[in-house]
Every structure is written in C-alpha cells, then in structure tokens.
C-alpha cells in the first residue's frame, strides 16, 4: 500500500493524470494461507473456489496450482478456467448455475465440463437436448436464515420435489451423481450445515428408491473467515454422523468470499472535501470525496450488505498517524454524481484529514472489482499484487510450477 501511495505522488508530481487512482493491494499470501487452513480443517472437502466473487486472473492461477476447483456460473467463467491451462481439466469445474441458457449447456458439453447443477424439471429437459452426457447435481434448499444473502428465493428443491425430479431426470436418461445446497453467502451461525447435511443424506436415500448410486456431494459456499474453524467443526461432525461409510463418495465446497476477501485492500484518494455548513443540517459534518464509490469497488454496500471501515493511510504525506490525533465526524462520498453514492454515513477521522490524503479499506476481496461499472467515466480501480507475507516462498513456487505445466496468464 505505501509502495503505491509513493508512486503515485511521484506520478502526480510529474503531472500525470490520474496519478492518484484508488488501487487494490492484492496480497496472495494471504489466498495461500487460507488454502492451507481449509486443507487443515477440511481434508476431505476439495475447494472448488468460486469464480463470481473474484476471477482475479493471478488468485484463479495460483488457486489451481495449489489443487482447487472451481464453481462456474457462466460460459465466461468457463473459458476463463480453462484458459488457465497448467492442467486444469473441465473435471475440475462444476457448472454450479441451476438456471443456464441453453447454448451454455451447449458450450459446456463441447468444452466437456459435465458437472452441472439443477433444481427443476424445465432444466432436465434443457439438459437432456444439449448434454445428454451431463453428470447433474440437484440443488436443494437449505436453511438461508442465518445468511447475510440468502439464495432460497431464487435457487434450489424442497426436499418434497426432489423424488418427482429424479424420477423426470430417469425417465429422460440422465445421469444424476449428487446433490449441493448454499446456506446463503455470508452466513454468520454455521451450525445450519447440520441441517443441511442432514437433508442432504435423505436425497441420497431418496436417489436409490429412483434408481440412482450416488457419489457426490457439494456442501456449497458461504463460509465466513472469522467463523471458519466453527464452520469446518460443524461439518465435520455432520458429514461422520450422516455418512459414516462414504470412501466412495466425492465431497466438494464451493467457497468463494472466504479464499478472497482479506487478501485485497484498497487505496482511496480523497479528491476533495467540504467543511461543515453551519446553516444547513444535511452537511453539518465534514465531507470527503475519495476516487472510488458504490458505482465501483464499493457496490458491495449495496448488493453484498457490506460496511465499509476508513483508515488513514496516508495525512500531510506520511503514514504514521500521531495518537492523540484531534478527530471529527464525517461521511464519505465516491466520486460520481450520483448521491446514493454514498461510502460511510458517519465516520470519525482526524480532523486536519484533508484532500491528497489516502484512506485505507480492508477486507476489499470478496464481490467488488467483479461487480464494479466505470458509471460517469471513473475507471474500475487497478490491482498491485504482493506476496510478502507467510508463504511468500510458496506461493512463488506454487505459481512457477503451474507456469512450467503450460499454466499461462490470460489476462
Ligand atoms: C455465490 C455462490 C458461491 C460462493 O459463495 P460464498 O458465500 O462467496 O462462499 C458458491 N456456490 C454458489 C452456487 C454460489 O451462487
């Protein structure tokens, strides 16, 4: 971050326009340690990473390398994966959409991607005329209550559906292998995977009353970094009371946020800043402007519930803010017109915080550069990537031993 607040005031110094871009610090120590921690508490679950929350080129490579799979959504997302090359297989994909177009069921048969979600019987007969071949996985609805996003009103069976839809899929000779559930992204009390693990061994049964043999199992995303380890407990002991014998059986995840959301932070310059207005109640505290906003990284505020944590970063050009520092509320605003474009409603920082300084916001991975629009002609912010921390030396090894597979950059 200091590297990149340095440079751009060099830059600026020079005259260059927008010397000042907000920018991300993406930092894949960071995506390596959480790959190892998911290995430590989750051995038997492979991480099929979810693509949507962040197809960062170089997390998707090193994420590969390191022996994930992956959850696509869309034919884009596919192609993306498969560029990667370095050995990624379609097998290693699972087409977790259960509502596709049908020429993307099309593209994923010539791509040879079979794994695919569905959750209704229109699908089936989707499937059944683009890739008759398709391994299906039938999403089931699973307690979203306790998620920051629920899924339920869009995705997945009740349980009472699935008999009627294994019997449509044996009826249109289709292979079903498994089934998968989302608990919603962001789920803050973990013990819902009991439950839905639960569920998930009664399609199992309900699959052999319909004449199929599974062998698959999905326990979906929306795993919270700070709730980790209680998540993995909760599955752990789900998954041995459930199916106790399952050497046969394939057990995936499909985390997204929790691989990305810490290992990006973001850089935002304030442009501009207006004093309190003593006569006016609606700007009676400090307001700055800083170069990114909800119409970019920040639409996480809108569309994943987000708050966003200002920190100094950088005042009066150095980054070591004196304790004792005078503070004064404030709200910050991004850079477009719009007035829903709004970052913090009420924020304390120091009061002698003016425009040229930075502020920081962490914890920036998860469901922002994707979603981003450059709305009034503000381009979505760059990335700077660093690897600095725990695991430098094997993230470095990891991404060299990918490139010497044909792993190339397609970005
Ligand atoms: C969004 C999504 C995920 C990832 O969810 P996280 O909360 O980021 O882990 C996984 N699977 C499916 C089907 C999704 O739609």
């Given at each position: 971050?200091?590297?990149?607040?340095?440079?751009?005031?060099?830059?600026?110094?020079?005259?260059?326009?927008?010397?000042?871009?907000?920018?991300?610090?993406?930092?894949?120590?960071?995506?390596?340690?959480?790959?190892?921690?998911?290995?430590?508490?989750?051995?038997?679950?492979?991480?099929?990473?979810?693509?949507?929350?962040?197809?960062?080129?170089?997390?998707?490579?090193?994420?590969?390398?390191?022996?994930?799979?992956?959850?696509?959504?869309?034919?884009?997302?596919?192609?993306?994966?498969?560029?990667?090359?370095?050995?990624?297989?379609?097998?290693?994909?699972?087409?977790?959409?259960?509502?596709?177009?049908?020429?993307?069921v099309r593209a994923a048969a010539?791509?040879?991607?079979?794994?695919?979600?569905?959750?209704?019987?229109?699908?089936?007969?989707?499937?059944?005329?683009?890739?008759?071949?398709?391994?299906?996985?039938?999403?089931?609805?699973?307690?979203?209550?306790?998620?920051?996003?629920?899924?339920?009103?869009?995705?997945?069976?009740?349980?009472?559906?699935?008999?009627?839809?294994?019997?449509?899929?044996?009826?249109?000779?289709?292979?079903?292998?498994?089934?998968?559930?989302?608990?919603?992204?962001?789920?803050?009390?973990?013990?819902?995977?009991?439950?839905?693990?639960?569920?998930?061994?009664?399609?199992?049964?309900?699959?052999?009353?319909?004449?199929?043999?599974?062998?698959?199992?999905?326990?979906?995303?929306?795993?919270?970094?700070?709730?980790?380890?209680?998540?993995?407990?909760?599955?752990?002991?789900?998954?041995?009371?459930?199916?106790?014998?399952?050497?046969?059986?394939?057990?995936?995840?499909?985390?997204?946020?929790?691989?990305?959301?810490?290992?990006?932070?973001?850089?935002?310059?304030?442009?501009?800043?207006?004093?309190?207005?003593?006569?006016?109640?609606?700007?009676?505290?400090?307001?700055?402007?800083?170069?990114?906003?909800?119409?970019?990284?920040?639409?996480?505020?809108?569309?994943?519930?987000?708050?966003?944590?200002?920190?100094?970063?950088?005042?009066?050009?150095?980054?070591?803010?004196?304790?004792?520092?005078?503070?004064?509320?404030?709200?910050?605003?991004?850079?477009?017109?719009?007035?829903?474009?709004k970052i913090c409603e009420d924020?304390?920082?120091?009061?002698?915080?003016?425009?040229?300084?930075?502020?920081?916001?962490?914890?920036?991975?998860?469901?922002?550069?994707?979603?981003?629009?450059?709305?009034?002609?503000?381009?979505?912010?760059?990335?700077?990537?660093?690897?600095?921390?725990?695991?430098?030396?094997?993230?470095?090894?990891?991404?060299?031993?990918?490139?010497?597979?044909?792993?190339?950059?397609?970005a």
């Amino acid at each position: 971050m200091r590297s990149g607040v340095l440079n751009a005031s060099r830059l600026s110094s020079n005259g260059v326009p927008d010397a000042e871009r907000a920018f991300f610090v993406a930092d894949l120590c960071e995506v390596y340690q959480q790959y190892q921690r998911w290995c430590k508490n989750l051995p038997e679950i492979q991480p099929h990473y979810a693509v949507k929350s962040n197809p960062d080129p170089y997390v998707l490579r090193l994420l590969a390398a390191l022996g994930a799979g992956f959850d696509c959504a869309s034919n884009q997302e596919i192609n993306q994966v498969l560029a990667l090359g370095g050995g990624v297989e379609p097998s290693n994909i699972i087409f977790a959409n259960p509502c596709k177009a049908i020429s993307f069921v099309r593209a994923a048969a010539r791509a040879g991607v079979d794994k695919m979600t569905f959750d209704n019987v229109d699908e089936l007969y989707k499937i059944a005329r683009a890739h008759p071949r398709a391994k299906l996985v039938i999403r089931i609805l699973a307690d979203d209550s306790k998620s920051i996003c629920a899924f339920n009103v869009k995705f997945g069976a009740a349980l009472s559906a699935v008999p009627g839809l294994l019997a449509k899929a044996k009826e249109l000779n289709l292979d079903v292998i498994g089934v998968s559930f989302h608990v919603g992204s962001g789920c803050y009390d973990p013990s819902v995977y009991t439950d839905a693990i639960s569920r998930c061994r009664k399609v199992f049964d309900m699959a052999q009353d319909a004449g199929y043999e599974f062998d698959f199992l999905d326990v979906g995303g929306g795993f919270e970094d700070s709730l980790f380890e209680q998540a993995a407990a909760y599955l752990r002991d789900a998954i041995d009371e459930y199916f106790p014998e399952r050497k046969h059986i394939k057990i995936i995840a499909e985390p997204g946020r929790y691989f990305v959301s810490n290992a990006f932070r973001l850089a935002t310059n304030i442009i501009a800043r207006r004093a309190p207005q003593a006569d006016a109640n609606a700007h009676a505290k400090v307001m700055y402007y800083i170069n990114d906003g909800v119409y970019g990284a920040f639409n996480c505020l809108m569309f994943d519930h987000a708050v966003a944590r200002p920190y100094v970063l950088c005042m009066d050009s150095s980054f070591h803010v004196p304790v004792g520092e005078t503070l004064s509320r404030c709200s910050i605003w991004g850079p477009t017109c719009d007035s829903i474009d709004k970052i913090c409603e009420d924020a304390e920082l120091p009061a002698r915080l003016q425009a040229g300084d930075w502020l920081g916001f962490d914890g920036m991975g998860a469901y922002t550069i994707c979603a981003a629009s450059q709305f009034n002609g503000f381009q979505v912010s760059k990335v700077v990537y660093t690897a600095g921390g725990d695991g430098e030396m094997e993230v470095r090894v990891a991404l060299a031993k990918f490139a010497a597979r044909g792993g190339g950059l397609q970005a």
